[in-house]
């Protein structure tokens, strides 16, 4: 298994950029595909983006198409959220996920390993 923990969280002011990582430890990060997801106060937690095995293939949600970007170091066993163009409605805690599965899921329920999440607050 694999044991999962984000960094880069912090208060930013709208319009404004952080970059998020997750360190995987146990067993190799490139075993897995790789998933975002953030939880905003009151909510539910959905999808943001994920990354195959080697990175070649991504998927985004619609609300953070164009301003986020995901990417992974295999050798680092790490994997990145850039967070750019920031708003208020993406203030949320951030986690990072695991997926054992063929292909890249968007759902949460497919995702085997959690982080405990980094939160992200964006003031306007």
Known sequence: QVQLVESGGGL???????RLSCAASGRSSSSYNMGWFRQPPGKEREFVAATSRSGGSTEYADSVKGRFTISRDNAKNTVYLQLNSLTPED??????AADQ??????????YDYWGQGTRVTVSS
């Open 12 to 18: 930013v002011q709208a319009g404004g950029s952080l």
């Open 101 to 110: 599965g063929v292909k890249i899921s968007t759902t949460r329920y497919a």
């Open 91 to 96: 203030t949320a805690v951030y986690y990072c």
